[in-house]
């Protein structure tokens, strides 16, 4: 069982007000101990204040190297109790240290079918850009655990998006995140609930 998450935006934080949403309507049984993010004018922040949720905005760039970037971020996800992170919209690459200390503890939403359109680079618009451009006709969502490498942990739960003719960068990125929300609560509820077993690459969950 988690309850305590920190919840990490880089953007808008659309994700975010859906795990908000869904917590006030009493499916997602969580609380939120602290939203970090990258941009100090994200929306993701406001939406953090609107709900009190306490707010850390910090960057490697803040720091003299990388290690003590992630010192600092450890510290800050220790003193708030954080027990799960949840990457809702995030852009950076957390620091190794921050990954293995919460190995299998970290949720990324990823607005593809993962392992296609994935890796470094592949985030946000540029997912949507690179499905259009290669005449996928399948696109979606994948909520997974954070490993290492850029969109490689194990898959909790897909869901598949058409792609439909005339789509545009824009029209696609709209249809997979209303997915996005439909579904990206789910996988975390199961975490934190503790429905989920990992073998491996393996995830089985009862929703
Ligand atoms: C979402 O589509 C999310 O899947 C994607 O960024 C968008 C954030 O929207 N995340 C990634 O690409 C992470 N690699 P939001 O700020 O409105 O939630």
Not at 10 to 23: K, V, Y
Not at 37 to 55: Q, Y
Not at 175 to 199: I, M, P, T
Request: glycine share 10%; charged share 20%.
């Amino acid at each position: 069982m988690f309850t305590k998450c920190a919840v990490f935006a880089s953007g808008g934080g659309s994700n975010f007000q859906a795990l908000l949403d869904r917590r006030g309507a009493g499916d997602l049984h969580v609380d939120f101990a602290l939203a970090v993010g990258n941009n100090s004018a994200a929306g993701a922040f406001e939406r953090a204040r609107a709900h009190g949720v306490p707010t850390l905005h910090t960057a490697p760039s803040h720091f003299e190297d990388e290690a003590a970037y992630a010192k600092s971020l450890l510290s800050a996800l220790k003193a708030a109790g954080a027990e799960l992170l949840i990457l809702a919209g995030y852009m950076k690459k957390l620091p190794p240290p921050v990954v293995a200390g919460y190995r299998n503890k970290i949720i990324n939403i990823h607005p593809g079918l993962l392992p296609a359109f994935g890796g470094k680079g592949m985030y946000g618009m540029n997912v949507h850009k690179a499905v259009l451009e290669y005449g996928a006709k399948l696109s979606g969502v994948t909520a997974h655990f954070v490993d290492d490498e850029y969109d490689h942990g194990p898959i909790i739960l897909q869901k598949p998006v058409p792609v439909l003719d005339g789509d545009t960068e824009q029209t696609l990125a709209a249809r997979v995140l209303k997915a996005e929300h439909e579904y990206f609560w789910q996988a975390v509820e199961a975490v934190a609930s503790g429905r989920v077993r990992v073998d491996g690459r393996v995830v089985s969950l009862r929703l």
